[in-house]
């Protein structure tokens, strides 16, 4: 028992912090009143009138009329999808007011396991940001379809449950539920066993039976709901709704939109971002921005505030430890301004001042990043402008193919169909028909698998672009106009240790390193945005309309989201999760 804390609730100790002239956004009663917050140490001792914890040497903050809610919380997010080091990462987020988040560290678990987790977990024990572990439920995502270095069974994952950051299984894929894999029903199962653990599904297209059935087997939470009508179903059926709102996928307004006219009940439900940009965090923030836009879509103050703190620790269990302004939650606090122009002015995460009427006083060091986090990427045979090519059946001159379209608004593909020529017995792309080359390339030195397919939706002109990035396998994905520049690209990348390039002519045009993981910078937020910037802007001028082009690349090769992707084992028909050929049959 901190006997500290309880002597400043009851006045017998001053305060270290207290938050006073403000006004009170209560998420357990959704009022807004005037009052202000008393802290010990890292924790609430007091909230309403607290000037009897005044003491001569408690710094005092005035709110200046401002509005005083709990810190945010996002209960589904990949920072690695931000290209950041955890560290760069903390700095970011908590400068807008995200305080915890709920992570499964997925990205990092696929290329080093659970040994690089507990490391970056180790690294980020050095910021002021909390993070709650939510284990992979598998790694890799899509068994017997991708290659990664990583990999969980059943006896790790029992293993990282028993940390005492873990909060339950992440990223849960309904068909492996509706298919019974046996070892993630048993790691399912046994997680609901142990106390406040969750499963957290990963649901795309469940509904009736299908949504019935993981919900059945456990699953409490769903982010991956794309309208109103998957919303609402969830809702009504005692799932936890993580409404999705970042930078690959923006589902919010749909779902809002459904919620309000059919006047569902909001409690179960949170704002998530899932994937967030580097360019997009900072240039319009976090939970935040996800906030600014639930309260243009009609969405009342308090509630939105519950959104983004306390449903989602209770998502979780945890709304006795975060989530709200009440005595013995630990001391998350945001100084905002109103629902008319909403910003936030200041900060505290855990007790201890972040930013001060919009002047940040933190800057974390660079961490000394564990071995098992460098040097990554290897190739098992060299890669020539010949690994990349789809050979005809003897004697064809022309050719139908399949060509995956990435949607220009979220990185989900769909399918058509295209004739191309045939040149030498290697199938031709063709710009004009939109139809780029798009591989694979495992990069763990295990196989040397290269998996090859037809994209389209990106509209690139000419040259290649590559990344390191790859969701959910990492190995390094590749699309261009030809296999020159193709090879090129990737020779580059295991070269630098991972990363994102440009290449054209035979000429690479722009680059970014990421030598943590192959997925990760130690430059902070600001500096890699303006990197990625300058990236995005010459994709742009080779005739790429998308405006994140290289996050919606790595969601190419996901192998769990509809309907077509590319991986290092081949061209992948994600329905039926089969590697079917990209040549449907010859034309001529």
Same mark, same amino acid.
């Given at each position: 028992m ?14 270290d ?22 802290? $010990?140490?890292?924790t ?23 509005? !005083?809610?709990p810190?945010?919380i ?23 007011g ?5 992570? +499964? ?18 690294? %980020? ?10 284990? =992979?439920s ?10 990664? @270095?990583?990999?969980f ?32 029903l #048993? ?8 106390? @406040?653990?969750t499963c957290?599904g990963?649901?795309?297209d469940?509904?009736? =039976? ?6 059945? %087997? ?5 982010? #991956? ?11 009504r ?27 569902? +009940?909001?409690?179960r439900? *949170?704002?998530?971002t +899932? ?7 900072? +240039? ?17 103050? =308090? ?22 302004l ?28 972040i ?15 564990? =071995? ?14 010949? $690994? ?14 399949k ?40 990069r763990?030195?295990?196989? @040397?698998?290269?998996g090859k %397919? ?7 002109k000419?040259?290649?672009? %590559? ?5 959910? &396998?990492? &190995? ?21 240790? @991972? ?22 910078s ?16 010459? !994709?742009?001028?080779?005739g *790429? ?6 996050m ?6 996901l192998a ?11 061209? !992948? ?5 089969e ?10």
């Amino acid at each position: 028992m901190d006997k500290k804390l309880l002597d400043v609730a009851a006045g017998r100790t001053p305060a270290d912090i207290v938050v006073k002239n403000g006004k009170i956004v209560n998420v357990y009663t959704k009022e807004i009143y005037e009052g202000g917050v008393a802290v $010990s140490g890292n924790t609430i001792a007091a909230v309403g009138d607290v000037d009897y914890t005044i003491g001569e040497n408690t710094k005092v903050i005035d709110a200046g009329g401002n509005y !005083i809610t709990p810190g945010f919380i996002d209960g589904h997010i990949h920072p690695e999808s931000t290209s950041l080091a955890i560290r760069s990462f903390a700095e970011l987020v908590l400068k807008h007011g995200t305080t915890a988040v709920m992570t +499964d560290l997925h990205e990092v678990g696929v290329v080093g396991g659970l040994e690089a987790i507990e490391a970056v977990l180790k690294e %980020a024990e050095e910021t002021d940001l909390k993070l709650y572990f939510v284990v =992979p439920s598998h790694v890799p995502f899509a068994p017997n379809l991708e290659t990664s @270095g990583g990999h969980f069974n059943g006896e790790i994952i029992q293993k990282a449950l028993q940390r005492e950051d873990a909060v339950g299984l992440s990223e849960i894929v309904g068909p492996y539920v509706l298919s019974g894999f046996p070892d993630l029903l #048993e790691s399912m199962e046994k997680a609901n066993k142990m106390p @406040g653990k969750t499963c957290q599904g990963h649901l795309p297209d469940m509904m009736g =039976p299908a949504l019935n059935t993981c919900l059945a %087997a456990g699953v409490t939470t769903d982010h #991956e709901s794309l309208n109103g009508e998957e919303a609402a179903a969830r809702l009504r059926n005692g799932c936890h709704l993580m409404i999705r709102e970042g930078s690959a996928a923006q589902n919010l307004a749909d779902c809002l939109k459904t919620i309000l006219e059919q006047k569902l +009940d909001t409690s179960r439900v *949170s704002i998530v971002t +899932d994937d967030l940009h580097t360019v997009d965090a900072v +240039d319009n923030g976090h939970l935040d921005e996800a906030v600014r836009r639930a309260l243009k879509a009609g969405v009342d103050f =308090p509630t939105v505030i519950q959104m983004v703190s306390l449903n989602a620790a209770r998502a979780f269990h945890l709304d006795d430890e975060i989530g709200g302004l009440a005595p013995g939650r630990r001391a998350d606090i945001n100084i905002t301004t109103g629902e008319e122009d909403f910003r936030v002015l200041s900060v505290i995460a855990g007790g201890k001042e972040i930013v001060d009427n919009g002047r940040c006083l933190i800057s974390y060091p660079k961490a000394e990043h564990a =071995p098992c986090l460098l040097n990554t990427t290897k190739l098992k045979n060299p890669i020539t402008p010949e $690994s990349f090519r789809i050979e005809a059946p003897e004697g064809a001159k022309k050719v139908k193919v399949k060509v995956m379209d990435t949607l220009p608004w979220i990185p989900i593909t769909q399918g058509r169909e295209a004739e191309l020529p045939v040149v030498n017995g290697v199938v031709q792309c063709d710009v004009e028909q939109d139809v780029l080359y798009i591989a694979q390339v495992e990069r763990y030195g295990v196989n @040397g698998n290269v998996g090859k %397919a037809f994209m389209g939706g990106f509209h690139l002109k000419e040259g290649a672009i %590559a990344s390191s990035v790859g969701h959910d &396998n990492h &190995n390094i994905i590749v699309m261009g106009t030809n296999f020159e520049d193709m090879a090129i690209a990737v020779n580059h990348l295991i070269e630098i240790g @991972g990363g994102q390039n440009i290449v054209k002519n035979g000429e690479i045009l722009e680059e970014i390193s990421y030598p943590i993981c192959g997925l990760l910078s130690d430059l902070s937020g600001e500096e890699l945005a303006d990197e990625k910037r300058k990236l995005n802007g010459i !994709i742009h001028e080779l005739g *790429s309309p998308i405006t994140i082009p290289f996050m919606f690349l790595s969601f190419i090769c996901l192998a769990a989201i509809p309907m077509y992707a590319v991986t290092d084992v081949g061209f !992948i028909d994600v329905i039926n999760q089969e590697v079917i050929s990209p040549i449907i049959e010859v034309t001529e």
